[in-house]
């Protein structure tokens, strides 16, 4: 046999395959930006070939990022490089009901913008200016085409936001009354566009029934999403066609009626002619306002799948800290008082608000309930101040500072210093995930995904770009202790292989013929830079400062499609200028982006001699 040369040689690393068995030392041979070799014995280098010296390093699949909101950041930055330098390779789009596949730009904005935390203008803006240009879309299948005209950094797979459908067959403001039931034609389209997006790769739908998250905007400013105005009727021809076609529905239950929860876990069994649904239900946490729910989640996914379901639990495995300017954040949403100052968009209505006694009085009155489904522990003596032009008071909780101002309410401490100081003044809580043994416990599931990192979304609020990172530190930190409670093949395969079958993508596995999106670890640089804080600008959304991770030793090297993206935990100059990524339709094998591929018969010939007489397993 001819000797066979590859694009890049991996040499000497220790290999998984993203499928949970046990790793490997193995050199990879990569050719055409797919795995040509998985060799026990060296691999011969060509003139061309670069080495790859990943001796002591982890060699594994790029991971899958199943929840984020980079619907609009794609557009005008679709190098994504916040996601590729911490080893995801792969990330799904549309989560929470929303996307940018039928509606407007104004509409958009407003379905994104309080939501997610994005900037209202800077949607409109893009999506505008992308219309102008001549570079629109007109529904599912060149959504997906213009995807793909951009030069992708990582790769996509898409849900179809329900919340998208319902606004742009009904309009937003007859989408979002309690009153209006969609008409049977406009049932019909919504029927029409689903199928039209399955049609052309889509993995499937997002829901959401969650009531605090809320419209931006003047016309239907404060109303929640459009999904969640949806009733039986209307939604169970949609999951029909998502049961039939073997699609995934995501969703979120109303946390304030719990049966909802149970309804959507039901929805997913099974039985007799009837395929299980798929179902991917918003989220699993260890919340410290409710400290047993956790333990009601994992129960209730074990019973559902007993009886036939295909259910699972999205989870960040990660403690979920949130950062705040002023009271700009979603978990205010959550009660009344809250919901009030956020539906005031000036600076200075929101000031003369909190100067009110009788808010002061509703504001407390919130905070002192402690009962009902809630997110937020309501605890202001658990949430510090970092920044503020006020430096006496950095270090502290708002309880302290109130108990230095002569024993204030802490919730007048904290409308005081708001008032004081704006947005100027930072602060941060952990709300959930704060328990390390039940990490562990929820990384073991079944029943659960790890993900959740809601990437893209709340630029100033929180940053887990880098979460299956920290899956793999906490993991290790626990082997070293002596209390492990997953391998590292394990942790590996649950944010790649296991995340790519069930949602039905090319992605997560690093096996000759698979894919050379692959991620290189140094494992004795899982530390504490993972946990660090740091902020970047954006300049899709204006220069605005936002939440990062960096811990860039950490990543010797990223590969998408056999092409590096990231060297020594920094973005190369391919990112954003050159298509690595592809969008991969659900149940297709997905091809190489034009400047890597080679011709198909060469390359198959190839894979088949070196499946029969390199791969040593």
Known sequence: MSAVSYDTIIRGGLWFDGTGAEPAVRDLGIRDGRVAAVSATPLEAGPATEVVEAAGRWVMPGMVDIHTHYDVEVLEGPGLPESLRHGVTTLLLGSCSLSTVHVDPVDAGDLFGRVEAIP?????????RIREAGEGWDGASSYVEALERRPLGPNLAAFVGHSDLRAAVMGLDRATRKEVRPARAEQAKM?????????????????????????????????????????????????????????????????????????????????????????????????????????????????????????RWQHLPVPFEVYADGIDLVIFEEFGSGATALHLQEQAARKELFRSEEYRRAFRKDYESKYGPRVWHRDFFDAEIVACP???????????????RGGLHPVDAFLDLVIE?????????????????????????????????????????????????RLLKHVRDAERAGRPFLTVAQAVH???????????????????????????????????????????????????SRMVNRNDATVPLVMVAGQVVVRDGVPTSLVGAQRTGSFLRAGQRSSIPARAEASESSTASDQASLTATQVSA
Request: contains cysteine; charged residues 20%; hydrophobic residues 40%.
């Open 120 to 128: 209202r203008q800077h949607v409109i803006g893009a999506l505008q």
């Open 191 to 311: 029927e029409q566009l689903l199928g039209e997006a399955l049609d052309a790769g889509f993995v499937g739908m997002s829901a959401q029934q969650l009531l605090f998250d809320k419209l931006d905007g003047d016309l239907c400013r404060s109303r929640t999403l459009p999904s969640t105005y949806a009733k039986g009727r209307e939604m169970r021809p949609l999951r029909s066609i998502l049961r039939r076609r073997g699609r995934v529905l995501q969703a979120g239950p109303d946390a304030s009626h719990p049966h909802t929860i149970v309804t959507q876990a039901l929805g997913s069994i099974g039985w007799g002619r009837r395929k299980a649904l798929r179902t991917s239900l918003l989220s699993a946490a260890d919340i410290k306002a409710i400290p047993f729910i956790i333990h009601l989640m994992n129960l209730l996914g074990g019973v559902v799948n007993r009886l036939g379901a295909d259910f």
């Open 390 to 404: 006020d430096s006496s008071v950095v270090g502290k909780s708002f309880g302290q500072v109130g108990l230095e």
């Open 421 to 469: 100081h704006g947005t100027a003044m930072r602060w941060r809580t952990t709300i959930s995930n704060h328990r390390p043994r039940i990490l562990q416990k929820m990384a073991q599931s079944p029943h659960v995904q790890m993900g959740f990192s809601d990437a893209g979304a709340h630029l100033r609020n929180m940053a887990f770009y880098n979460f299956g990172l």
């Open 494 to 544: 649950r944010v790649t292989g296991e995340l790519a079958e069930f949602y039905d993508i090319d992605a997560g596995h690093l096996r000759v013929g698979d894919r050379a999106d692959v991620l290189v670890v140094d494992p004795e640089r899982l530390d504490a830079t993972l946990e660090e804080y740091a902020e970047e600008p954006v300049a899709q959304y204006g220069g605005l």
